[in-house]
């Protein structure tokens, strides 16, 4: 079925990219549309604590944050639908996104749909996901009240979950390839003063053991092997583009994924911007994602009305 509306944005990914996109073409007098597989909010939704965006001295849960962002596209009466899109096609003036539902047709488009786990890529993992293995603290922490769990990784994410999964298990191991983190420093003095916090540095995960669920890790810690005895591991090694639906589409990406854009959030292709962590960009946080859909709703609003 193909929706006959053309809408002048047609916004893939309802994260704070997205909505703010939503909220700046709304203001610029666009109709626009965002398709979204999930909640709006995106990944911010299954974050503990977003305790650096500006204005929330006391830091806000993800969950309500996007609430928040929900609300505010209502009061605006920004159509949001329930949509996973597969493909797009790109070429003349209107842009065509096709769903697992609907096919939509833009002037232009937003794409902000962020990014997706890495998998560690070790032998139990596929099999024991949601049995122990896990990619999401805030989903998954309070199944782990009182056990001994792993966390792997040693960037921003790994740190900050870390914290959270503390409060609930009585021991956390963190398994961090290198002799030091990537992760900004004050998450670094956090963890490092957690008591019941165990750096295990120099160390990878070759195995997830268990029948059914998670019963041990077998590490390999400065060139020894190790078994550690532990419920679950929550995996925190980075974050790729979510670009499947982007085979054919000839937008401009970078060798692992990310869409290249201008300052003004302009693809490589007229009329398509990218906004958020999906965009090569130098510093992914939920600010930058907010002030990447801004601009993209400008740069969209001015090419319409040009
Ligand atoms: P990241 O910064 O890319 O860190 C990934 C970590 O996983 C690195 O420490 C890396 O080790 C390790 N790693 C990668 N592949 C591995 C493998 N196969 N085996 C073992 N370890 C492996 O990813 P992230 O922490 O998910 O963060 C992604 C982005 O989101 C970053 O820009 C981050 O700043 C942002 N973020 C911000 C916040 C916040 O500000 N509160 C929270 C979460 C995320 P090496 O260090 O050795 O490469």
């Keep these: 079925m193909e929706k006959t509306q053309l809408y002048d944005m047609v916004i893939i990914g309802g994260g704070p990219a997205g909505a703010t996109a939503a909220i700046y073409a709304a203001r610029a007098g666009l109709a626009s549309v965002i398709l979204e597989q999930m909640n709006i ?17 006391e830091g806000i849960a993800g969950a309500e944050f996007g609430l928040l962002l929900q609300q505010q596209l209502e009061s605006l009466d920004v159509p949001v639908e329930l949509a996973q899109v597969e493909s797009l096609s790109l070429k ?12 939509y047709k833009g002037k232009t488009i937003l794409i902000a749909t962020g990014t997706e786990p890495n998998l560690l890529g070790v032998e139990g993992e596929i099999e024991l996901r949601g049995r122990g293995v896990s990619y999401c603290a805030t989903c998954d922490a309070a199944f782990f009240r009182g056990k001994t769990i792993g966390v792997v990784g040693g960037g921003d994410a790994a740190l900050e979950e870390t914290i959270f999964l503390s409060r609930f298990v009585e021991k956390v191991y963190l398994i961090h390839r290198r002799d030091e983190f990537r992760g900004c420093s004050w998450l670094q003095e956090k963890v490092l003063k957690l008591p019941n916090a165990e750096v295990l540095w120099n160390t990878t995960v070759s195995k997830i053991e268990g029948e059914g669920k998670v019963t041990a890790l077998q590490i390999r810690q400065d060139g020894r092997d190790r078994r550690l005895e532990a419920s679950g ?3 925190y090694t980075g974050r790729m583009p979510k670009t ?5 589409a000839e937008l401009e990406q970078d060798e692992r994924g990310f869409i290249v854009t201008n300052a003004k959030m302009e693809t490589s292709v007229e009329g398509v911007y990218a906004a958020g962590d999906i965009r090569k960009k130098y510093l992914r946080q939920v600010v930058t994602a907010a002030s990447d859909g801004a601009v993209a709703a400008t740069a969209a609003a001015q090419y319409i009305y040009a």
Excluded at 41 to 54: A, F, K, Q, S
């Design 41 to 57: 909010g995106g990944e911010i939704v299954v974050t503990d604590r977003l305790d650096n965006y500006p204005g929330f001295p």
């Design 233 to 235: 591991i929550f995996i």
């Design 244 to 248: 499947g639906f982007l085979e054919g």
């Design 92 to 103: 003349g003036e209107v842009k065509e996104i096709i769903s697992s539902a609907e096919a």
